[in-house]
């Protein structure tokens, strides 16, 4: 069961030019596994073995060609049932995933559905995927191309929400977008922002917006803004020459200390 305290939070340094990341992961032994949490959408595929993944209230076992998503600032964890078992990771800004016209289709709807509801691999695809997932293995292990991967993250999309529709009402695309001015806001202001401007951005009531928020995107809207602007803050710290005390009043907190607070989670890119 995944419990709170033991979650790691996860932080990525994706930007316009790379929106895409993949990981080649081979983990060895039985019973290897963690559970964590990060801003960017998550796609998997294993390749090899199998493992168990969990979230809050579903848990499910795959195999060779099946895939997993992650969204958001989601708990999720993973157990090896069988080892050796060898997985592909995209790790995927959300803003580019929502804004991209690359495809004809809303592909962030399969990441706001709930687990259960997500798309799967088909029974008759999973050789293609697994095929799909091998191409990436040989294409990643000489050269970490932003081209490839987007473009493999794509075709492994287009391939996985074909046939698929979301199934509760809550990850419509209607449910979906009301929320999108806060998204937005949260995207393009490095400040502190509060439910109630968030909630008159998207005409809501608090109460309404609160519930809705949650519901799609299994977190509070500001926990989620701060991971946000914790995550901006962390990665200008590593990428800048600013001082610490620019870094934290770019990023909306009172000053260095006020950062520092939040930065204790921040720990090495590793799925």
């Avoid at 949490?37 to 099946?66: A, N, Q, S, W």
């Amino acid at each position: 069961m995944i419990k709170e305290a033991d979650l790691k939070r996860f932080y990525f340094e994706l930007d316009e030019e790379t929106p895409v990341q993949v990981l080649l992961n081979r983990h060895e032994d039985i019973g290897e596994g963690w559970f964590d949490m990060h801003y960017e959408l998550e796609l998997g595929v294993v390749v090899e073995g199998r493992m168990v993944r969990e979230y809050f209230g579903h848990k499910v076992e795959i195999g060779p060609g099946d895939i997993w998503l992650c969204n958001m600032w989601e708990p999720h964890g993973f157990e090896i049932v069988e080892a050796p078992c060898e997985v592909v990771v995209f790790v995927v800004d959300p803003k580019y995933c929502a804004t991209s016209h690359f495809l004809n289709k809303d592909i962030s709807m399969a990441f706001m559905a709930s687990p259960a509801e997500r798309p799967r691999t088909l029974s008759n695809s999973k050789q293609e995927m697994k095929g799909l997932a091998k191409k990436v293995q040989v294409q990643f292990s000489e050269d970490d191309d932003p081209d490839w991967a987007k473009l493999y993250f794509f075709q492994a999309m287009l391939s996985l929400i074909e046939k698929w529709e979301p199934q509760s009402p809550m990850t419509s695309y209607g449910s979906r977008t009301s929320i999108q001015g806060a998204l937005r806001l949260i995207f393009r202001e490095r400040r502190l922002i509060t439910t109630k401007e968030a909630a008159s951005v998207c005409n809501m009531s608090v109460t309404k917006f609160t519930a809705l928020f949650k519901d799609l995107m299994g977190s509070t809207f500001s926990d989620f803004a701060l991971q946000y602007r914790i995550k901006g803050a962390a990665s200008q710290l590593k990428n800048s020459d600013l001082t610490q005390e620019a870094v934290a009043l770019n990023w909306g907190f009172t000053d260095a200390s006020h950062l520092h607070k939040h930065l204790y989670h921040v720990v090495d890119k590793k799925l």
